[in-house]
């Protein structure tokens, strides 16, 4: 059988602009690792495919591109939920403060251990810690566990806490933590505000501009399908994060949660965050694009169908079960009732069924340091942008 290339050639009857676009970005991005300089349109287009043979080739070539840049290996970071109390109001997210119907959790620093122990001694070679917002965490407390976490176990950290303070986020980079997961959510500043009342875009882009000038590694990204967005809104969001340089970038479908004011919303449909995935990975080639559980939460193939368009990476759960209902942040979350060793097996077995691998290695970022853009060119383009 003929390998496929992109050389082999596009099926035909695609629009003559689609076309261009594709081969823009497909040359660029499958051949150096900086991306193509995609414009507006360009990814407008892309991100509307109007055949089932555009968006098959919008597939195919993010797909190429994926195994040209980052090869065929899956990472997998291994997810501890230690607490879902939480400051914010986020109006998509079942963790707010003010769902009264929720069931508080908090693990202790011994809990967390334990857990980060098993997870280690399950192969995962990256652990990422998040929670809602809750400050009952210090930095200095959880800045000793960090410590302990990198001196005993072979793995990286990385951190999803949310919106801290900067000298927090140096304590814990000191302490040894590698990577920081910090979401922009949208890149449109006003239905920011309103869905996260009281925070602010700008707020946020600030603290990744301190995770970046502290040298961690930055994960963000955006849910698609939030009510008020549109696509003109996912084209900004892909901008922003080719300004940011992430070295991660997490693209899910906002799910509607009946314990929060976007109850009666529709939620984002697979078909639109597999084009997100694929674009992503067509404008930035060499970052980790996690097939995210969301996806997977909607349809039971969504982490498949996301790794054979994109993406790179799956985040397991090793938070015990005893604790995953109470972490919805959306309903139906995928593997409430798997222990971590049973959610492992299912997820290797999932990726050897796509005829990929599991990374054996911490599956730092692929970008050459010397390529990774200065923070602060890129989020002073971003609020000039605003
Ligand atoms: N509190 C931290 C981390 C936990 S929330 C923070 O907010 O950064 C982790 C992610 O869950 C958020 O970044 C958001 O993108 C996602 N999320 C929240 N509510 C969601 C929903 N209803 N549907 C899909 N994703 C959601
Ligand atoms: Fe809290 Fe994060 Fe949920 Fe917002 S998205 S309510 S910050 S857990």
Not at 83 to 95: F, I, K, M, T, V
Not at 136 to 163: N, Q
Not at 190 to 219: D, N, T, V
Not at 322 to 340: F, M, S, T, V, W
Request: hydrophobic residues 35%.
């Amino acid at each position: 059988m003929r390998e496929q290339t992109l050389e082999n050639g596009w099926r035909t009857g695609l629009r003559p602009e689609f076309l261009a676009a594709l081969e823009h970005a497909a040359a660029v991005s499958g051949s150096k690792d900086d991306g193509p300089d995609l414009d507006q349109e360009e990814i407008l287009l892309l991100l509307q495919p109007t055949t089932a043979d555009e968006q098959a080739e919008l597939f195919r070539a993010a797909d190429l591109v994926r195994a040209r840049q980052v090869g065929d290996e899956v990472h997998l970071r291994g997810i501890i939920e230690f607490s879902n109390y939480c400051r914010c109001d986020c109006a998509y997210c079942g963790l707010r403060r003010s769902n009264a119907k929720l069931k508080r959790y908090r693990l202790d620093y011994g809990e967390i251990w334990q857990i980060a122990g098993r997870a280690a001694a399950l192969g995962y070679r990256t652990l990422v810690l998040q929670s809602g917002e809750d400050p009952w965490y210090t930095g200095p407390d959880l800045a000793r566990l960090i410590g302990r976490i990198k001196r005993e176990l072979e793995v990286a950290v990385t951190l999803s806490l949310g919106e801290r303070s900067r000298e927090d986020y140096e304590c814990w980079r000191e302490a040894g933590a590698d990577r920081y997961l910090l979401k922009h959510e949208t890149a449109d500043p006003e239905l920011f505000a309103r869905l996260r009342p009281g925070c602010f875009l700008e707020e946020r882009l600030q603290c990744l501009f301190w995770l970046r000038e502290l040298s961690y590694q930055i994960g963000s990204g955006n849910m698609v399908g939030l009510p008020g967005q549109s696509v003109a809104t996912l084209v900004r969001d892909l901008l922003l994060l080719r300004e940011l340089d992430a070295e991660m970038v997490g693209i899910g479908p906002f799910i509607p949660h009946c314990d929060t004011p976007l109850a009666g919303n529709s939620g984002g449909s697979v078909t639109a965050t597999l084009r997100m995935v694929a674009v992503a990975r067509l404008l930035l080639p060499t970052t980790h694009l996690p097939a995210t559980t969301a996806l997977g939460s909607i349809d039971p193939e969504g982490r498949q169908k996301a790794l054979t368009c994109g993406a790179n990476v799956i985040m397991p759960n090793v938070t015990p079960v005893a604790y995953r209902p109470d972490y919805q942040i959306y309903p139906n979350k995928l593997c409430l009732g798997e222990e971590p060793e049973h959610c492992r097996g299912c997820v290797e077995g999932l990726i050897r069924a796509l005829g990929r691998t599991v990374a054996q290695d911490r599956g730092d970022s692929r970008k050459r340091k010397s390529e990774v853009r200065s923070p602060r060119s890129g989020l002073e383009g971003s609020r000039r942008s605003f």
